[in-house]
């Protein structure tokens, strides 16, 4: 595709998915289990006016960093994933669970302290109400210096990509983000892409990443902007660049679709393919491990974030922290002529 194109031919997508089997991603962040309560609210409680809901079925899942792991695997791609996690109630089965999915991990324990949980309790196919049990504060010191020991042993020499999936939950922290940047420099600048989930409180220690994947709302509270337009999103995405100098940024824009950075005067719009969007929970999750995979793959930006939008599409069609499949989104970019872009800059 040259700088004035408008579309993409689906074949040449369809071509780039067989590459993404067996490609290695390196992942870090913070962990958690996402708990699924399903049930059915058949009546309101005499006792407030909330629904009774009648648990029939539980469900643990990882999420986080791990939801991210979940993805590359499905996808394909060998997930490593390197955090820490507490040793608190749901520690047993967090460490279960990881090991049934098969996913490669490095974690370390933090005594004290809980794992991170969200429970959801879902009715009919609806959310009702989300509960978290977590610990924010960042890790300690000495926490963060083994965290960054495990990432140095399992930093891909030869290049490659490391995702951070930041979810402020205590694992990215000044600490681990400077030591990563130390480790990168100490093995050649450009070996290893490194790819940031972001939270906005953290957005200072994400200068010189090469890319960055807010969506609407952290893009906007990264550049202290609105993002109610194209026009606004441009510039807050330029802004973003001016702060931390990211060599890319990528905009999820929900069911706008993404808005790709590939420089402050570059920029592609590439709509939503999804048809129903029943649940957005975990859709960060999908594009960030669908980009990194193409990426390690040795695809361009462009094809990588093709087929993360894609995947994405895919996931919110699905309720809960779903995970998609090259089968799928080959399925899916064969029920397409064309695929749009847009050159918003």
């Known amino acids: 595709m040259d700088a004035l194109s408008d579309s993409f031919a689906p074949e040449r997508i369809l071509s780039c998915l067989p590459r993404l089997e067996g490609s290695e991603v390196l992942i870090l962040g913070d962990v958690m289990l996402d708990q699924y309560l399903l049930g059915d609210a058949g009546r309101i409680s005499p006792e407030a006016p909330v629904p009774v809901v009648l648990i029939e079925e539980e469900r643990f899942m990882l999420g986080g960093a791990g939801n991210v792991a979940r993805n590359v695997s499905a996808l394909g791609g060998r997930p490593k994933l390197v955090s820490a996690c507490g040793d608190g109630q749901h520690s047993e089965k967090f460490f279960r669970i990881l090991s049934r999915e098969g996913i490669k991990a490095d974690i370390i324990t933090l005594q004290g302290r809980p794992v991170a949980t969200k429970t959801r309790v879902m009715a009919r196919g609806q959310q009702l109400l989300r509960i978290d049990r977590e610990d924010c504060s960042p890790m300690e010191e000495e926490d963060s210096r083994r965290v960054l020991e495990k990432i140095e042993a399992s930093w891909p020499e030869q290049g490659g990509v490391l995702v951070i999936s930041d979810y402020n939950k205590g694992v990215v922290n000044k600490t681990v983000l400077e030591g990563i940047h130390k480790i990168r420099r100490r093995y050649g600048q450009k070996k290893v892409q490194i790819l940031v989930d972001p939270k ?141 872009l847009e050159r918003w800059l």
């Open 200 to 340: 906005t409180r953290n957005v200072p220690l994400y200068r010189r990443v090469d890319l960055l994947t807010p969506n609407t709302q952290e893009t906007g509270e990264a550049a202290g902007l609105p993002v109610r337009s194209k026009e606004e999103i441009i510039a807050a995405g330029q802004a973003i660049f001016r702060k931390i100098r990211c060599r890319r940024l990528l905009t999820t824009l929900g069911p706008g679709g993404m808005a790709l950075f590939q420089s402050p005067q570059y920029i592609l719009h590439l709509p939503t393919t999804a048809r129903e969007v029943f649940d957005v929970s975990g859709a960060g999750d999908t594009v960030i491990a669908a980009l990194a995979l193409g990426l390690a793959s040795g695809l361009d930006m462009t094809e990588a974030c093709i087929i993360a939008n894609f995947a994405a599409g895919n996931v919110v069609a699905e309720v809960g922290a779903a995970t998609t499949s090259v089968l799928k989104i080959a399925e899916a970019i064969a029920g397409v002529r064309t695929i749009p």
